[in-house]
């Protein structure tokens, strides 16, 4: 989408939405269910991020205003170049690790990062949690890894769970990504609670899920914020990933992985462990699959007008949540699907959705390189600056550079304000859980 004062510029909701798009959409239905709440205080004094550049600067990733997704769509990536053994350029990472607040905090972009961050600037826990997630991957960046956990940790609610932009009710996307910043960072998600009530992440997340409760095809999904409110795959997808204390790069499970996919169980008073994360995620990965089977092995998109329309990149993250859970022979019906009908999509939206993709092929154990007869590597690599070569980790500590399609949304914001939303308007889509 693009900002309100350029709809001219608008991308066709008939045609499948990035996960930006996606988040936008699942903000306007929690707004819907608020009404007309009072704006958050969070909001009131805060700009938008930068305004965006004339020029591009060097070493961004993708061609579109970054204004909304810089952070984001450079953070995975580099991600996913490094998960397929390509070592990222100099300048991309140097661009990366530029954009962070001396708080440790993330937008989602800074047109002059030698001008400090300050009250006005729009901190972003998704941005921040996806940086998190690439640096600490590529390694040689523990300074800005630490500064960026600590400020995620200082915004934490106090119900366990995050909020896009701190200040804000908690939702399971925000919740679900920093679970996996925090893992990808080497930090025991358990261990990190509210400071008022001592809550963990998986509490918070886990206040989203639709138990025994629920409508019989409802049950073991999330919603986005609000507890009753509808099920949104999206929100599932992210939270059956988060829930198992992984992020956006998941092990290959590979279609022999085949643990069974389990509906929430709801005899005899319902599931007694309804309480834990791995069991949230197995009713979450059920409820994914019963959508992928009723609509052809792809999920809908939410965006107002484009209900009956494919959303590719949502797809790719059920994927990555379903190979997440060891189920790979159902991830693996999906995914035949993204190979026929994504690269149109990411080649329009750019390196995120590049990015989503190759981390949905790693997930199954898939080369990207000949996904659907599109090289995705390639492709990805084309998007940003020359990769340096074939990944080696870096093993300095120093935070200095190291070789290691956006889409505006504003008009989501102006309505979520209007409805009182409070809520953000990023996502989507690792290392082994850390308990």
Not at 50 to 57: E, G, N, R
Not at 211 to 221: F, L, N, P, Q, S
Request: proline share 6%; glycine share 12%.
């Amino acid at each position: 989408m693009a900002p309100m004062a350029s709809m001219a510029h608008q991308a066709p909701l008939t045609h499948p939405v990035a996960f930006l798009a996606r988040r936008a959409a699942t903000a306007l239905a929690a707004a819907a269910v608020l009404g007309a709440a009072a704006a958050p205080t969070a909001y009131a004094d805060e700009a938008a991020p930068s305004a965006s550049p004339k020029k591009l600067p060097a070493g961004l990733y993708g061609t579109k205003d970054p204004q909304y997704d810089g952070v984001w769509r450079q953070s995975l990536a580099l991600l996913a170049q490094d998960t397929v053994g390509v070592r990222p350029a100099a300048s991309g990472v140097r661009w990366l690790v530029g954009q962070q607040c001396a708080d440790g905090a993330f937008t989602a972009f800074r047109a002059e990062p030698g001008k400090p961050c300050d009250a006005k600037t729009m901190r972003d826990t998704n941005q921040t949690a996806a940086a998190v997630q690439a640096l600490a991957a590529l390694g040689g960046h523990s300074d800005t890894v630490h500064k960026a956990v600590g400020w995620l940790k200082s915004v934490q609610n106090d119900d366990g769970g995050w909020s896009s932009m701190p200040g804000s009710p908690s939702d399971a996307n925000s919740t679900s990504v920093v679970i996996g910043a925090l893992a990808a960072a080497g930090e025991k998600p358990r261990s990190v609670t509210s400071k008022k009530g001592g809550k963990t992440p998986y509490d918070g997340l886990l206040t989203f899920e639709l138990g025994c409760d629920a409508k019989e095809g409802e049950r073991g999904a999330f919603t986005f914020q609000l507890k009753g409110a509808a099920p949104n795959a999206d929100a599932t997808a992210a939270a059956a990933t988060g829930a198992l204390g992984k992020g956006f790069v998941v092990a290959p499970a590979g279609q022999r992985a085949d643990a069974p996919v389990k509906p929430l169980a709801c005899k005899d008073g319902g599931d007694a462990k309804k309480d834990e994360p791995e069991r949230a995620a197995a009713g979450g990965s059920a409820y994914l699959v019963a959508q992928l089977d009723k609509n052809g092995q792809h999920l809908l998109s939410a965006m107002p007008g484009a209900e009956k329309q494919p959303d590719v990149g949502n797809t790719a993250d059920a994927v990555v949540a379903l190979a997440a859970g060891g189920h790979g022979a159902a991830a693996a019906k999906p995914l035949k699907w993204l190979e026929k009908n994504a690269t149109d999509w990411a080649k329009q939206n750019g390196p995120a959705a590049y990015a989503q993709l190759v981390l949905a092929a790693h997930a199954t154990g898939t080369d990207p390189r000949s996904f659907g007869g599109t090289d995705l590597v390639s492709a990805l690599n084309a998007t940003g600056p020359e990769p340096a070569a074939a990944a080696q980790k870096d093993t300095g500590d120093a935070d200095d550079a190291t070789d290691g399609g956006g889409i505006g949304v504003w008009w989501v914001i102006g309505v979520g304000l209007a409805m009182g939303a409070g809520i953000g308007f990023l996502l989507s889509s690792r290392k082994k859980n850390q308990l």
